[in-house]
């Protein structure tokens, strides 16, 4: 089965520092990685996702995520935080090899940017 | 381009009732999932249709029914709701079923809010 862990619930960190939100994965085969952001009251949207090639992934508004496959591991990173990046982020996987398998979402992190 | 539209936006239904969500896919794209996600959680997978056919189904139980239409919106339907029922349920949509070849990224509509009293 695939998994995915944000083992934080909630990252803070001060307006132009750099931010990391963690993920690590669990799947059989080779993974299918995504990072969405969701505002309140709103919908996912999409900022980038893994397939294969480089590990570092450039995605929107700046966030780029770095995979690494000996640490099953896809981290979000952002050079220079904005208050408006302030939200709830979530790490999603699903299994390369697996006819049928849906994108498993993790429980999501709360990141507050704080002036 | 519209991106995915769903409807209603909120609604409040009572327990034992029954509710039918709905939504559009953006245009070409041919392929609906549906997710639930309880407050403070992460998206749950419910189903995803591609040319009309079920190709996918989380773990819920059979009171959650759902179908795509020949133009590919599709309908989620919650049979004799139960309070834990309540949720934000979202419809994605991608240009293919998610299958061994290319992972098509979903995109999704805004939510449609279900509270069961």
């Known amino acids: 089965a695939q998994s995915v862990a944000q083992p934080e619930d909630q990252v803070n960190v001060a307006e132009g520092n750099p931010l990391t939100v963690k993920c690590t994965y669990s799947?059989?085969?080779?993974?299918?990685l995504f990072w969405y952001v969701q505002y309140p009251n709103r919908g996912l949207q999409f900022l980038l996702k893994?397939?294969?090639?480089?590990?570092l992934v450039k995605g929107s508004y700046g966030f780029e995520a770095e995979f690494n496959k000996s640490q099953t591991s896809f981290h979000l990173k952002k050079p220079s935080a904005l208050v408006s990046d302030s939200a709830l982020y979530f790490c999603?996987?699903?299994?390369?090899?697996?006819?049928?398998?849906?994108?498993?979402f993790g429980k999501g992190t709360r990141l507050s940017v704080i002036a | 381009d519209a991106g995915v539209t769903q409807s209603p936006t909120h609604l409040i239904k009572t327990r034992g009732q029954h509710v039918t969500l709905r939504c559009s896919p953006i245009?070409?794209?041919?392929?609906v999932s549906w997710y639930q996600q309880v407050l403070g959680q992460g998206p749950q997978f419910i189903f995803q249709y591609y040319e009309k056919e079920e190709r996918g189904r989380g773990n819920f139980p059979d009171r959650f029914s759902a179908r795509q239409f020949p133009n590919y919106s599709s309908e989620l339907n919650v049979n004799a709701l139960l309070l834990g029922d309540s949720a934000l349920y979202l419809c994605?949509?991608?240009?293919?079923?998610?299958?061994?070849?290319?992972?098509?990224?979903?995109?999704f509509g805004e939510g449609s809010r279900l509270t069961v009293l």
């Open positions: 799947v059989s085969g080779n993974p299918y």
């Open positions: 893994y397939i294969t090639g480089d590990n």
């Open positions: 994605a949509s991608s240009l293919r079923v998610l299958q061994g070849t290319g992972p098509g990224e979903l995109f």
């Open positions: 245009s070409g794209h041919k392929s």
């Open positions: 999603a996987v699903r299994d390369m090899g697996t006819r049928n398998t849906p994108l498993v």
